[in-house]
């Protein structure tokens, strides 16, 4: 299976110390060597890097891990393949236009014997059950809201209707964010923290690794980091409930 990681924050903040940890599992402390991803909202755009390499040994990890870009919304894949071979489009986060904004998504899990109908207006590029779900997802929003962008009610709804209607074809933990929140999906494995003031000095468990967040933020920040499994070995990480769609804001969770 693949690793999930998601930021949602109330003010730009950068992801170089979680992405320091789940970097490494991918090929260093575990099996996940079929490539990686990350991307990051600003404003209306999107920075993506991606790569089929592990993301251990990725000259573009190293990159992003030494380059503070600061963003309210992050969505990051380390990938074990399960469907189609391990090239680039096939590497998450992927990415849509809908309603004139940009959609993330990356997926963790398998979905057997699954051929959604798509009639054309988002078509995947790869060979991955991901980013057909990821088409057939968006597909089910346009249709469902023809002429306009839900409220975010309205939205964490439909996902949720939405993802139902998977779960019989197998494992579908995901992450989707349109800039504005962030929206996690746990079937099997998906955590999160919320780090607010009096902030922790954490510690990550694949790397040693420590930052004192005090000397780093301000009172008023508030950041949600979700992960298929704790990044951390000195904070209360809490599980997801299983088969429900989260929807984090402002670096909250609002559900």
Aim: aromatic share 10%.
């Amino acid at each position: 299976m693949c690793q999930l990681l998601g930021m949602n924050c109330n003010v730009p903040t950068d992801i170089c110390f979680s992405f320091t940890g789940f970097r490494a599992r991918g090929g260093a402390t575990d099996v996940h060597r079929d490539g990686w991803g990350i991307a990051f909202f600003e404003g209306r755009g999107v920075r993506l890097f991606l790569d089929p390499q592990p993301s251990s040994e990725s000259p573009v990890a190293e990159l992003v891990r030494h380059y503070p870009i600061r963003s309210l919304n992050v969505i990051a894949h380390i990938r074990k393949a399960t469907q189609g071979p391990v090239v680039l489009e096939n590497t998450h986060p992927f990415m849509r236009e809908l309603w004139g904004r940009y959609w993330l998504f990356a997926h963790n899990g398998n979905l057997a014997h699954y051929a959604p109908a798509l009639d054309g207006s988002f078509l995947p590029v790869g060979q991955t059950d991901s980013e057909r779900a990821f088409c057939c997802l968006l597909q089910t929003l346009r249709q469902r809201f023809p002429e306009r962008h839900p409220a975010r009610g309205e939205l964490h709804a439909a996902l949720e209707e939405y993802a139902a209607t998977l779960r019989p074809h197998g494992t579908f933990n995901f992450l989707l964010s349109n800039g504005d929140c962030l929206f996690a999906h746990r079937a099997t494995d998906l955590h999160y923290v919320v780090r607010r003031a009096p902030f922790p000095v954490a510690h990550l468990k694949d790397q040693d690794v420590a930052v004192d967040f005090n000397a780093v933020t301000n009172p008023d920040d508030c950041v949600a980091v979700i992960a298929t499994l704790p990044l951390t070995d000195n904070e209360t990480w809490t599980p997801l409930p299983v088969g429900r769609v989260a929807m984090f804001a402002d670096g909250e969770r609002r559900d």
